[in-house]
């Protein structure tokens, strides 16, 4: 087993109604709230609402809507300038991994003065970034409980990785009742990802990983059995949770430290994906199948 450090501070509030904790949570960081969300599906769920009744009252509110699949560095800018015109204190991202990726970023480049690309490009420049917290409206990226994002210049055709230390959320809200709103095919892209994050942990090389590869199997287990229920029974409570759970444990770390190498599938896929937008599950359950012929043997 290769040598590691790990260390992942978010603090957890999982399971129905825990949003409850959000007040005292933002709190600890400040009353100017920069409440970042996607196309608006969590207005017409109801989760807006209860993201506002909770806020209203002792906190300054700016909405930062529509960040889009895929964030791009166009929306990275645009949350960055609304940061520094309303001296936000936390950032509350409310969504899935594109939402939170997004504002990691944001978080970054609010203490960076030059281009934000430049810290997508080296990460080393990150030295400090506003906190975070999130509520998980779609498990699949981990994103969530990881300090990592992923963005995307449209104007290189580029679709980076970057992340610190202090990127990492503060805290997340999984309520598994928030995904039962999710289309089908947003729940099996989720579980597709959740499932790319452990399966090329598990393939990486690495001497006596034993416990690693079982935590991985785990993992797998774990979305095979219940990623085709939440998809027939997306109301299903046993399934939302133990899918929301495993893609907070997929990316964590947990599974993959101790063994090296590289992020074969999900490399291939962002290349696809910052060409033909595509949805990231989706092109990772491409990617997958043929990534599997070429590396497996009858020996692996």
Not at 108 to 132: H, M, Q
Not at 200 to 218: C, L, N, R, T, V
Request: proline fraction near 4%; hydrophobic fraction near 40%; aromatic fraction near 10%.
């Amino acid at each position: 087993m290769d040598n590691f450090k790990f260390h992942v501070y978010t603090e957890i509030f999982f399971g129905k109604g825990e949003i409850k904790n959000l007040p005292a949570t933002l709190g600890k960081y400040g009353k100017n709230v920069l409440f970042a969300y996607g196309g608006g599906s969590i207005k017409k769920n109801g989760i807006y609402d209860s993201v506002m009744s909770l806020l209203s009252e002792n906190f300054n509110v700016v909405e930062f809507a529509n960040i889009e699949p895929n964030p791009t560095l166009d929306s990275v800018k645009r949350g960055v300038a609304l940061c520094r015109d309303h001296s936000v204190d936390v950032i509350l991202a409310v969504g899935g991994g594109s939402v939170i990726d997004c504002t990691k970023a944001v978080a970054a480049a609010f203490y960076y003065e030059g281009d934000p690309w430049d810290l997508v490009v080296d990460s080393r420049k990150i030295t400090k970034a506003l906190p975070i917290v999130t509520v998980l409206t779609m498990a699949g990226t981990g994103s969530e409980m990881n300090r990592g994002s992923v963005i995307t210049n449209k104007e290189k055709m580029l679709k980076l990785g970057m992340g610190a230390p202090v990127t990492m959320p503060q805290a997340t809200v999984i309520d598994p009742t928030y995904l039962y709103t999710l289309p089908p095919i947003q729940t099996a892209a989720g579980a597709a990802d959740t499932f790319s994050h452990v399966l090329e942990s598990y393939f990486k090389k690495g001497e006596d990983a034993f416990i690693q590869d079982k935590m991985s199997e785990a993992v797998m287990l774990t979305v095979i059995k219940y990623a085709p229920i939440a998809i027939k029974e997306p109301e299903n409570y046993a399934a939302r949770a133990n899918l929301a759970w495993a893609s907070s444990l997929a990316l964590n770390g947990l599974t993959g430290n101790g063994k090296s190498g590289a992020w074969s599938v999900h490399s291939i896929e962002h290349e696809l994906s910052a060409y033909y937008d595509l949805t990231h599950g989706v092109g990772l359950a491409i990617v997958i199948p043929a990534w599997l012929k070429h590396i497996l043997n009858e020996q692996s």
